[in-house]
């Protein structure tokens, strides 16, 4: 067992012992292990290089928390090991990962969802203003509860999103290379005049979330924050909820919208918005293909998928 795992649980649990450690074989840019101490709770314990990242998603849980009823897990400890590297202790999250489950619930528990996502986002969008957009960083001291959020950008949403969507743009690989010159076209109709900076969680989607008895029971991974126009957060997690499982997704997007209109009114969403959210979700941070779908597509069908999606919008 790697030394930093007892210690972390150690600094949330003083008095307990550890039964077990897993180590995920999936992962991102934190290590993660998911302990479980005698008496049978269980904790996810998490690393990594970059403290000021941690501390933004730390200090981001926490304010969902206090400010929605959007469903997080607790954090129960954050700071820094003697290699100077950033850790925390979160309590694990009741169920399984909805990403291995959506597509075996039944329409009706899928459309439940659905909604929930809508509400969700909605609810964070009326919680979270910023004055810029771009990166949303964490002020203040080392204590991941202390300090503020800021969006660390410009205050033109044409310049930060000119940028955003071209960077997405130059992330993909060949095979998606005729399509680019209809890609720059859409992107030259614009998205809508001057929105309010908002919370943008740009990877709110099922494989984030978990899921018991067809409820969901926490949103997962709130990293890498950004802040953006509505419009364009709405477009990206309909289509990764909508579009990504599902051959007719009119349903479930019909469900995403009910329920974020419940909380506050729908934004505008240009097809400059729904273009980017396809363009961004199509190749990961590695410049890999992803992955669409329970089961997964992979090679020519993943590409297909996301050709097909991009030349309905196009």
């Excluded at 897990?73 to 169920?95: F, M």
């Excluded at 899928?110 to 919680?127: K, N, S, V």
């Excluded at 993909?172 to 005729?178: G, K, T, V, Y």
């Amino acid at each position: 067992m790697s030394g930093w795992i007892p210690a972390a649980v150690a600094s949330a649990r003083p008095e307990a012992s550890i039964e077990s450690v897993e180590r995920p074989a999936a992962g991102n840019r934190k290590e993660t292990a998911i302990v479980v101490l005698v008496g049978g709770e269980r904790l996810v314990v998490q690393r990594s290089e970059d403290p000021a990242a941690l501390r933004t998603e730390t200090l981001l849980d926490r304010e969902i928390a206090a400010r929605t009823a959007v469903p997080v897990p607790t954090v129960l400890e954050w700071g820094r090991g003697d290699d100077g590297r950033a850790y925390r202790v979160v309590e694990a999250a009741e169920g399984t990962n909805l990403h291995e489950r959506f597509t075996a619930l039944s329409p009706a528990a899928r459309r439940r969802i659905a909604d929930r996502f809508g509400r969700a986002l909605a609810e964070i969008h009326e919680a979270f203003v910023f004055e810029r957009f771009g990166p949303v960083v964490a002020d203040g001291g080392e204590s991941g509860g202390g300090g503020g959020l800021r969006a660390d950008g410009p205050d033109s949403w044409t310049r930060w999103f000119d940028a955003y969507l071209h960077e997405c743009v130059d992330a993909l690989p060949e095979p998606f290379a005729d399509l680019e010159s209809a890609i720059e076209s859409a992107i030259q109709e614009g998205t809508a005049a001057d929105p309010t900076p908002r919370l943008f969680p740009w990877d709110l989607r099922p494989g984030n979330a978990m899921v018991a008895r067809g409820e969901i029971t926490a949103f997962l991974d709130w990293g890498d924050p950004l802040a953006a126009g509505a419009g364009l957060s709405v477009a990206k997690a309909e289509h990764l909820l909508a579009d990504w499982y599902v051959d007719d997704g009119e349903a479930l997007r019909t469900a995403f919208r009910a329920g974020y209109a419940d909380v506050r009114p729908l934004p505008d969403v240009r097809r400059a918005e729904r273009v980017a959210a396809v363009v961004d979700s199509a190749v990961d941070s590695a410049g890999t293909v992803t992955r669409p779908g329970y089961p997964e597509r992979t090679g020519a069908a993943a590409v297909e998928f996301h050709r097909r999606r991009l030349q309905s919008l196009l």
